[in-house]
T-cell receptor, first 111, second 116 residues
Framework: GQNIDQPTEMTATEGAIVQINCTYQ??????LFWYQQHAGEAPTFLSY????GLEEKGRFSSFLSRSKGYSYLLLKELQMKDSASYLC????????????FGKGTRLSVIA | GAVVSQHPSWVICKSGTSVKIECRSL??????MFWYRQFPKQSLMLMAT?????????EQGVEKDKFLINHASLTLSTLTVTSAHPEDSSFYIC????????????FGPGTRLTVL
């Protein structure tokens, strides 16, 4: 089976740094994705990790440890517009396999 | 960048009617498209995988006779919700994989369905 866990809600202050964790247990592993989703909108792609380590892209970074089944998304210099849900998703196999999503973490950025 | 469109963006219908939702890849060819459903404050749940020129693969618990999927071309997949009921009200999102860049998955903007 597939199981992806992430915290339900988080709150952080504007300008601060926040780390959103994701743990997964899947029958296979062919990449981990992070998406941002604002209410009523479709998810937008943030990052993709398939090898262990840190991927940095501007204010956003994502880390993966395959041996631990663990990833995190790091958001720096938080802005109010970063208030959204952040979805962790795993692709178990290569080829035409879909992503399996976690329940998402609702991040609220406060002044 | 790759663009996926959905039409309509929102629809309100009466109970018992059928609704068709279109998903199009605008600037790439997609042999595979995925249909997801999302209830309020919940994550995306995969409904089915749509493959061009063949039958869709449905996830467990999703009724294939109720949610008809057709993927007639490399740029278009349709989801028809037949005999819709209020419990079918949800946010339906499609995603498409670029045939030439297999690790991609681009999401459409979603369709909000409300069944009265």
């Amino acid at each position: 089976g597939q199981n992806i866990d992430q915290p339900t809600e988080m709150t952080a202050t504007e300008g601060a740094i926040v780390q959103i964790n994701c743990t997964y247990q899947t029958s296979g592993f062919n990449g981990l994705f992070w998406y941002q989703q604002h209410a009523g909108e479709a998810p937008t792609f943030l990052s993709y990790n398939v090898l262990d380590g840190l991927e940095e892209k501007g204010r956003f970074s994502s880390f993966l440890s395959r041996s631990k089944g663990y990833s995190y998304l790091l958001l720096k210099e938080l802005q109010m517009k970063d208030s959204a849900s952040y979805l962790c998703a795993v692709r178990a196999f290569s080829g035409n396999t879909p992503l399996v999503f976690g329940k998402g973490t609702r991040l609220s950025v406060i002044a | 960048g790759a663009v996926v469109s959905q039409h309509p963006s929102w629809v309100i219908c009466k109970s018992g009617t059928s609704v068709k939702i279109e998903c199009r890849s605008l600037d790439f060819q997609a042999t595979t498209m995925f249909w997801y459903r999302q209830f309020p404050k919940q994550s995306l749940m995969l409904m089915a995988t749509s493959n061009e020129g063949s039958k869709a693969t449905y996830e467990q618990g999703v009724e294939k006779d109720k949610f008809l999927i057709n993927h007639a071309s490399l740029t278009l997949s349709t989801l028809t919700v037949t005999s819709a009921h209020p419990e079918d009200s949800s946010f339906y999102i499609c995603s498409a994989r670029d045939r030439d860049i297999p690790d991609t998955q681009y999401f459409g903007p979603g369709t909000r369905l409300t069944v009265l």
